[in-house]
T-cell receptor, first 113, second 112 residues
């Protein structure tokens, strides 16, 4: 089946710093890729997605580009805010034809004022 | 839409008791997923349904766990008997005709 690897956290940044959270995947074919965010005490929320190679997903200032050459889908934001403090999960379908997603282990981001 | 609704939000029970977690998916979604989240194991898929039919229950830990979806708007996850190692946050998620899933707020279960 497909799998995903995320960078270990926590990532601690000052407000307005640049953010990168690395995600690499192993997959059959070119499945859709997702980033989810989990704020404290809440469920996961879809942050952005990309459905094919070279697509760029974006939302709330976050971006990620589907790179088939490097099998990566790194999450970036140019200027983080304290309110971005959360856990971020990279995800993709478990296998071709299966609707279930497999999630990375999550990366905790802490933004300090 | 109200989103995915889960109840209760918090459940504290004693070892050996039966626990029932409930989920109402987003209207029109035909896939429903149950996950468990712990610090040690992260987010684990327990089971998922398509059109109320269980498709994959390979993640269900053991016979103490069971899940049902009697209709398109309701699902339950039951643990009987409960054990302290079942303590976790249990999430329900639903999905329509795309792969993206929408999660509920979760039920925090504590078994003492």
């Amino acid at each position: 089946g497909n799998s995903v690897t995320q960078m270990e956290g926590p990532v601690t940044l000052s407000e307005e710093a640049f953010l990168t959270i690395n995600c690499t995947y192993t997959a059959t074919g070119y499945p859709s890729l997702f980033w989810y965010v989990q704020y404290p005490g809440e469920g996961l929320q879809l942050l952005l997605k990309a459905t094919k190679a070279d697509d760029k997903g974006s939302n709330k200032g976050f971006e990620a580009t589907y790179r088939k050459e490097t099998t990566s889908f790194h999450l970036e934001k140019g200027s983080v805010q304290v309110s971005d403090s959360a856990v971020y999960f990279c995800a993709l379908p478990m296998d071709t034809g299966r609707r279930a997603l497999t999630f990375g282990s999550g990366t905790r981001l802490q933004v300090q004022p | 839409d109200a989103g995915v609704i889960q109840s209760p939000r918090h459940e504290v029970t004693e070892m050996g008791q039966e626990v029932t977690l409930r989920c109402k998916p987003i209207s029109g979604h035909d896939y429903l997923f149950w996950y468990r989240q712990t610090m040690m194991r992260g987010l684990e898929l327990l089971i998922y349904f398509n059109n109320n039919v269980p498709i994959d229950d390979s993640g269900m830990p053991e016979d103490r766990f069971s899940a049902k979806m009697p209709n398109a708007s309701f699902s339950t996850l039951k643990i009987q008997p409960s054990e302290p190692r079942d303590s976790a946050v249990y999430f329900c998620a639903s999905s329509g005709n795309l792969y993206e899933q929408y999660f509920g707020p979760g039920t925090r279960l504590t078994v003492t």
